[in-house]
């Protein structure tokens, strides 16, 4: 098995050289997830650096909820977020809600009207937003900007004991109405808003903007490299100035890396929380969701996770990869672990007429055949057998030497059998073919006579058990040249869940529990689904064929 792939980037160097410079002696990181939605693939690139630099560096990692807005955060969200995480398989040292920093943000915020760095604004949204300029043109000082320390004080804490109305008033830096850098136009630091919070309750009506109490959380928990997404690198000097000017004691350093996205699906929990609104998919688990539980009802396993982020690395360029690309680790961690099993997931039945009626026997096959370690198991073998509908054409096609009338194939880990009759319903759809069998033929018995060219696999039509195989193709068709430019709800691929009703081998299907995974002979990797999947009807999820054109580079 392949062993997690380590990376550098320059990231990890900038920690290297902090440790030999003793800038600092360890390091602290933390990852920051905004409680208003599932995680998603994304947020695994960001906690597979943020945990995995604290674990290779002997340094510590926080948890942190950034629960500043208390309109769209919620405890389901929480609770998942957790979850995610320590599927993925990390551990954090400390975890914290942003909201229990709101005492501390709210002096921080007084120090800095105190330094005639803050002022209360009555402009309103749309006013603050016409007065702030453009990347051409400066902007305006707002009427209330001179306010005394002394009025500022008095209106600040009007505004925290609720005598305002949501929006009539904001706390806002008072910095640089010119400056070229947009961010320091005297930025709102603090708003009103007469809502319930998940973790406060009714005690606050004031809010720290994101951009204040970002900085603010990152120094009180001492973290030394607060690393973020490149859409904040024009944010990094308020960050800086918020650091400073409030007096912090500990400084964080700001380091922006690219975003990952992907192709065929969306990466926002926005977005991703309108699919589930507007039921366009089963929830957030979904199996065709980006999301860490979809990704783990689907079957991806974390350590094809941690790999694939691995693989794509960290770097300041945007980019796209291919979805396949974590199809890819799938496959390599799956290969040598998931058992090898028969399924049957559009089958035919196929009579062996020579065989006698009321018997079977046992037939052993290899349980993986890429890691001997995992030996073998008896499977059911008997006179009436399903076999995949496409195994069989009644006029074969060039090249196909699978079964049709007058040809042999061979049974995976069994006979030859020859198909001598094709028997039809009254429509003319072929639901039956007859074949007769060599008893001579047996795998393992060392037969030496004639070859045949292709070997299919079955299940035993008196000792299998039905299920359910659902099968998944990218939900966005965004490599559909006719959609681009399309609203990505607009881009539904309406055929991502093929759902076939079959059957499987018992053998391997005996004590298996949700969420195990089973390698599906000659079709692909699946797993038993978390929610549908009962002992009366098994369920699975195809998580990648067993095929693909997909490579690597390397
Ligand atoms: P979303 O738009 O999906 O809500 P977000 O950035 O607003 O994403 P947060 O909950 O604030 O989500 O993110 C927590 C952390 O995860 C942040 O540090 C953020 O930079 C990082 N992150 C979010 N999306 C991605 C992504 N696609 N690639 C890498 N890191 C990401
Ligand atoms: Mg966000």
Sequence with gaps: ??????????????????????????????????????????????????????????????????????????????????????????????????????????????????????????????????????????????????????????????????????????????ID????????????????????????????????????????????????????????EDQRPFYDWVVRETEMDSVPRQIEFARLNMTNTVMSKRKLKQLVDENVTDGWDDPRMPT???????????????????????????????????????????????????????????????????????IEIENNAKNEEMGTRMVSFSRELYVERDDFMEVPAKKYFRLFPGNEVRLKGGYFVKCNEVIKDKNGNVIQINCTYDPETRSGSGFVGRKVKATIHWVDANNCRPAEFRLYEPLILDNDPENKGKHFLEQINENSLIIKNGFVEKTATENLNKNDKLQFIRNGFYCVDNKYSSDDKLVFNRIVPLKSSFKLNK
């Design 177 to 232: 109405m010119a400056s070229p850098n947009i961010n320091f136009r005297d930025p709102v630091i603090y708003r009103i808003s007469h809502s319930e919070h998940h973790n406060t309750g009714n005690k606050w009506c004031i809010y720290p903007m994101y951009a204040f109490a970002h900085p603010l959380e990152d120094a009180i928990e001492h973290i030394t490299h607060s690393i973020c997404t490149l859409e904040f």
């Design 292 to 362: 860490i539980s979809g990704l783990r009802r689907r079957g991806y396993t974390p350590e094809s996770i941690r790999n694939f982020c691995s693989e794509i690395g960290v770097s300041k360029a945007d980019s796209t990869i291919d979805s396949q690309m974590l199809d890819f680790f799938l496959r390599e961690d799956l290969q040598p672990k998931a058992p090898l099993a028969m399924a049957v997931i559009d089958p035919l039945k196929l009579v062996i007429t020579n065989y006698p009626e009321d018997e079977s026997e046992e």
């Design 1 to 174: 098995m392949s062993g997690e792939r380590e990376n550098s980037n320059f990231i990890r160097n900038i920690v290297i050289d902090d440790l030999k410079t003793g800038k600092h002696d360890s390091i602290i990181t933390r990852f920051p997830p905004e409680p208003n939605g599932y995680l998603h693939i994304g947020h695994a690139k960001s906690i597979c650096l943020n945990f995995g630099l604290a674990k290779e560096f002997e340094g510590r990692v926080n948890l942190r909820f950034d629960d500043t807005n208390p309109v769209k955060e919620d405890v389901e969200y929480v609770d998942s977020i957790k979850e995610d995480v320590s599927w993925l398989g990390f551990d954090w040292n400390e975890l914290h809600f942003a909201s229990d920093y709101f005492e501390e943000m709210h002096k921080r915020a007084v120090l800095l009207i105190n330094k005639g760095l803050a002022y209360v604004d009555d402009l309103n949204a749309d006013q603050i937003r016409e007065y702030r300029g453009t990347l051409t043109e400066p902007g305006k000082e707002s009427p209330y900007r001179n306010r005394s320390v002394k009025e500022n004080l008095d209106l600040f804490e009007r505004m925290k004991n609720g005598e305002f109305a949501d929006g009539e008033k904001v706390l806002r830096a008072k």
